[in-house]
């Protein structure tokens, strides 16, 4: 959940069997801050994921003009801007030879992403993949858990 970095809708679940609903408003260190109805409250993460159900949902918008799903062999306007922005977020330079195709090197610039976001590292950028480079790229408007500087 935390390291998607977006405020999720969680349920949490006592003792008793009772389900309650919170929005996670941020993460900082080992307290997670909660919007709970109309209260906010601080909660240790330990004591949290021990009333966690493991559900959870995220609300997120997909990139514009960006497929769901892009991998090697692709070719299009999405893939050069996914080799343009990897350029800026991985601070590399563009690599403007066949910049619509999917190859080989911009496959290793996705595993260089993904394995800096601690996401699984397979060249294939997915949901979970876009969900950081959304946020990587993202301005002051994406709602975040952690604290920017």
């Known amino acids: 959940m935390e390291n998607i970095d977006r405020p999720p809708l969680i ?3 006592n003792g008793k069997g009772d389900r309650r609903f919170a929005v996670v408003t941020a993460i ?3 307290t997670a801050t909660l919007a709970l ?4 409250i601080a909660a240790g993460v330990d004591a949290l ?3 966690w159900s493991g559900e959870f949902l995220v609300l997120w918008e997909p990139l514009p003009g960006v497929r769901p799903i892009l991998r090697s062999g692709m070719k299009g306007r999405d893939v050069a801007w996914l080799r343009g922005r990897l350029a800026e977020i ?3 330079p563009a690599d403007l030879e066949n910049a619509d195709l999917f190859d080989d090197r911009l ?3 996705v595993i260089a992403f993904q394995q800096n976001h601690r996401l699984k590292s397979d060249g294939i950028v997915g949901t979970m993949t876009q969900i950081q480079l959304g946020g990587a790229i993202g ?3 994406v709602p975040r858990l952690r604290k920017r500087p």
């Open 49 to 51: 994921q021990a009333l």
């Open 28 to 30: 900082d260190g080992r």
């Open 90 to 92: 991985l601070d590399q």
């Open 107 to 109: 496959k290793k610039r």
């Open 37 to 40: 109805g109309d209260n906010e």
């Open 11 to 13: 349920s949490l679940v």
């Open 139 to 141: 301005g002051s408007a």
